[in-house]
């Protein structure tokens, strides 16, 4: 099939999500002036740069997480593996700006190193960010969408001891989330190496 987005697409759900993925999952912790604190999962992440490194998330509507970055100018992105799934759909819940995910959720924080913001304790990994740019993503008229992106330059980066082999992140034991299209989720458990050409 076919459809040019103005004509829609007949389906009984929009099939977009389910075509761009798998998606991980920036499962991103953030702080407010007053001291409150958020947690909330964005499936639009990503990472962009290696050297810097920098990642991203996009934002649809105005949320608790943007404002809270544009006014902190950071945030901590915290890896979702499989036994945090149920506390990372938990923390999706709308509430009240200033209530806690963290508190709602029953999740653990620790202290950041190099920012603010929380982390939550018991992820495999973290990463600490500083915002570069937060854009309004506009569409192929220049008009303005209700969607907006953060860009985080990565300052500080924390590793759990227990997925860590040979001096590598070790993915089968991290198994980590991804967001699929519609209610769907996957874990990663098949795992192989590729070599691109010329690589020894």
Known sequence: MFYRLEDGHGLPHDPFKAIVAPRPIGWISSVAHD??????????????SGKPPIVMFSSELRKDTLANVEET????????????LKEMSASSASLPRGDSEFDFAHIEQAACHEIKAPRVKAAY???????????NLKDINDEP?????????????????????????????????ARLGYKDYAVVRDIFELKRPGQA
């Open 125 to 135: 990994a973290c990463l600490e960010c500083k915002v570069i740019k937060i854009m």
């Open 73 to 84: 100018r950071e945030f901590a992105c915290n890896f979702v593996g499989e036994p945090l």
């Open 35 to 48: 001291g409150s604190v958020n947690l909330a999962p964005y499936s639009f992440f990503n990472a962009v």
């Open 145 to 177: 969408t209700n969607a907006w992106t953060v860009f985080g330059q990565v300052v500080g980066v924390h590793i759990a001891e227990e997925v860590m082999t040979d001096g590598r992140f070790d993915l089968e034991k991290a198994k980590p989330a």
